[in-house]
């Protein structure tokens, strides 16, 4: 198992960016992918990111290309997720999660180790 502690949400007005980070340790961290999920109020956990373990592979939720960039550093054991010209609809829990490498992982169910998620709030 990887530990993972998300941090970097806040409020913020539409047009804004934020950056959320995702401090890993345990389990070595360069032999997991990594993704970047979401739940926004009263909806589901939803994928938005995920970045294969050497950082060259990312992949995006449709709603999120363009303004989302997701980056990792394996020195730091941290990855990132870059969220510029915000939108009241990405207001949502922010969780990262590991996954095991080469898998293409997209579900919440092929992910085995979570944080506790970043609270992200876009004001209209």
């Known amino acids: 198992q990887v530990q993972l502690v998300e941090s970097g949400g806040g409020l913020v007005q539409a047009g804004g960016s934020l950056r959320l980070s995702c401090a890993a340790s345990?389990?070595?961290?360069?032999?997991?992918?990594m993704g970047w999920f979401r739940q926004p109020p009263g909806k589901e956990r939803e994928f938005v990111a995920r970045?294969?373990?050497?950082?060259?592979?990312?992949y995006y939720t449709d709603s999120v290309k363009g303004r989302f960039t997701i980056s990792r550093d394996n020195v730091k054991n941290t990855v990132y997720l870059q969220m510029n010209s915000l939108k009241p609809e990405d207001t949502a829990v922010y969780f990262c999660?590991?996954?095991?490498?080469?898998?293409?992982?997209?579900?919440?169910?092929?992910?085995?180790?979570w944080g506790q998620g970043t609270q992200v709030t876009v004001s209209s």
């Open positions: 999660a590991a996954a095991p490498l080469g898998v293409g992982a997209t579900l919440a169910g092929q992910f085995h180790s």
């Open positions: 345990g389990r070595a961290f360069s032999r997991n992918d």
């Open positions: 970045i294969s373990w050497s950082g060259i592979s990312t």
